[in-house]
């Protein structure tokens, strides 16, 4: 099947599940069609454990939105088949790059639909068809059509057969389903991938090339390797001083000490979103210290340990947080 089959195929299926009919279970029986469209016409390229995985959680996304009908089983039965789809047809390019593909595509597709040179496949006509076409169905038509309105005026019973009944269609519904399927669809099996996502492809490398390892790149152009090697330690050394407190004094708060029960909840909820914002920074920081040949210099060692120590701590606040 060529791109314009499965977007013609899948603009179809939206339409006719969702014409007058509410949302919710249809979304979940399109995706487990996109999905089932994916493994079916493209199964050689299935060939992975990532692909599994997100066949699984394509499926089981379907099913959860099914059931619970909210916005989290959406995202998640929708990133699930972008990404199981992204992967298929980019086995090269890494899986995050589809997350900012998907606005780009939202808003160039409104320009690259009228691109019918993309997505239309070409064919040549040659003079045998051309006949084909003129002799079977072009002159046929215009003499049946032409009989038709003759025939017409001369029985009424005859007429009847083409206007004694209407149509039970809301024309403007089915319109803006059409085109809203025609719109999903088309970015789902025709996106766009610029250039510069293949160019930057190997910057998200799992692993560091040979050359990286040994490239050491300062963070500030005043301070030299040694000196922000120095400044990590101290850095983190105090920020794991910082966090072991905060740790103690959470624990305590929230386990020990005797709390308003209206208050209760307000005051869990604080808690978290401060563990939250607290896990991202240490992410931030971590990303800050370790880039580059960092991460293979011998003289970090002392960097390396405290930044252990910062996970370790980290997770006991995520645990006392859990509890």
């Not at 959860?64 to 998640?76: E, K």
């Not at 019918?116 to 059509?145: D, T």
């Not at 050491?216 to 794991?240: A, C, H, M, P, V």
Request: one cysteine or more; proline letters at 2%; charged letters at 15%.
């Amino acid at each position: 099947m060529k791109k314009l089959h499965f977007i013609l195929v899948s603009s179809l299926i939206f339409t006719l599940l969702f014409y007058n009919e509410d949302l919710g279970l249809n979304w979940a029986i399109f995706g487990m069609l996109q999905t089932a469209l994916i493994c079916y016409f493209f199964q050689e390229k299935l060939n992975s454990r990532l692909h599994l995985v997100l066949v699984l959680t394509s499926v089981l996304s379907s099913f959860a939105f099914a059931w619970y009908g909210d916005f989290p089983s959406f995202f998640a039965m929708a990133f699930s088949i972008i990404f199981l789809q992204f992967k298929t047809q980019e086995s090269n390019l890494k899986v995050l790059q589809a997350i900012p593909l998907i606005f780009v595509n939202g808003i160039t597709s409104l320009g690259r639909i009228f691109m019918f040179s993309q997505y239309i496949p070409k064919r040549k006509v040659n003079n045998g068809f051309a006949k084909q076409l003129i002799a079977y169905f072009i002159i046929p038509g215009m003499f049946l059509g032409l009989f038709l309105i003759v025939y017409s005026f001369g029985s009424d019973h005859f007429s009847s057969l083409f206007t004694d009944y209407d149509l039970d269609i809301d024309v403007w519904q089915a319109f803006v389903l059409t085109a809203l399927g025609f719109y999903i669809s088309f970015n789902l099996w025709n996106y766009w991938i610029p250039e510069v996502c293949y160019e930057k492809n190997e910057l998200l490398d799992n692993e560091f090339k040979e050359d990286a390892k040994k490239e050491k790149q300062n963070s500030f152009s005043f301070l030299d390797i040694d000196f922000e090697r120095r400044s990590g330690e101290i850095t983190l050394f105090l920020l794991n001083a910082l966090l072991l407190i905060f740790i103690i004094t959470y624990n305590y708060e929230q386990f020990f000490e005797v709390a308003d029960i209206s208050k209760l909840s307000s005051a869990t909820h604080e808690r978290v979103n401060a563990v939250i914002f607290s896990i991202v920074m240490a992410v931030g920081v971590i990303l800050f210290y370790f880039k580059g040949g960092f991460n293979f210099d011998k003289k970090a060692n002392n960097l390396k340990k405290l930044a252990k120590i910062w996970i370790f701590l980290n997770g006991v606040l995520i645990v006392s947080t859990v509890i």
